[in-house]
């Protein structure tokens, strides 16, 4: 049981360049989750899934893309890297709970740098 | 304004001193509150939920204050392994997502 893992761990782009990041989890969550962390910002919600087959947007979705095709996977694109998306991308992912204390389980992070 | 907000620090405080962060939260709508514990270049962590009435777990002690929209963290009898950035959360479940507003975070080091 891995939990929640994320590939890859760091990478460099140059400006223009695209990329995806994959998120990956194996305790059969339904809600899957990307945030951006920079300093001195905590973490904003980039863009979530509930379920196979669905995305919706989050609170800073601009310059970013994602696809839910299993239910274990949740990718994150982006098109034309820019300088601004220097960050770290966390995933996470949490099962729909009855109780609303229920958490969310973080993969380790991408540490991004568009040059 | 953020939606959550938290003095950044840092708390420098002696091994076995006391301390206590504060957070305040913008949106009355919120419903479930966390502090998650992160340590350097790692994800987050759980620390704990932060019930209405207060919780304690060890030496940490978790208040909701919903009038006054706050929530408190006490750490007592600090050790050098709580030096961490703790992290504030409020979740609003009206959207349907469920999705975590973090606030920036306090960073504390316990010095020896």
């Known amino acids: 049981n891995a939990g929640v893992t994320q590939t890859p761990k760091f990478r460099v782009l140059k400006t223009g360049q695209s990329m995806t990041l994959l998120c990956a989890q194996d305790?059969?969550?339904?809600?899957m989750y990307w945030y951006r962390q920079d300093p001195g910002m905590g973490l904003r919600l980039i863009h979530y899934?509930?379920?196979?087959?669905?995305?919706a947007k989050g609170e800073v979705p601009d310059g970013y893309n994602v696809s839910r095709l299993k239910k274990q996977n949740f990718l994150l694109g982006l098109e034309s890297a820019a300088p601004s998306q220097t960050s770290v991308y966390f995933c996470?992912?949490?099962?729909?709970?009855?109780?609303?204390?229920?958490?969310?389980?973080f993969g380790p992070g991408t540490r991004l740098t568009v040059l | 304004r953020k939606e959550v907000e938290q003095d950044p620090g840092p708390f420098n405080v002696p091994e076995g001193a006391t301390v206590a962060f504060n957070c305040t939260y913008s949106?009355?709508?919120?419903?479930?509150f966390f502090w998650y514990r992160q340590d350097c270049r790692k994800e987050p962590k759980l620390l704990m939920s932060?019930?209405?009435s207060g919780n304690e777990d060890g030496r940490f002690t978790a208040q909701l204050n919903r009038a006054s929209q706050y929530i408190s963290l006490l750490i007592r009898d600090s050790k050098l392994s709580d030096s961490a950035t703790y992290l504030c959360v409020a979740t609003t479940h009206a959207t349907g997502r469920r999705a975590l507003t973090f606030g920036s975070g306090t960073r504390l080091q316990v010095q020896p």
């Open positions: 305790m059969n969550h339904e809600y």
């Open positions: 932060v019930y209405s």
């Open positions: 899934s509930v379920g196979e087959g669905t995305t």
């Open positions: 996470a992912s949490r099962p729909t709970g009855t109780t609303f204390l229920d958490t969310q389980y």
């Open positions: 949106n009355s709508a919120s419903q479930s």
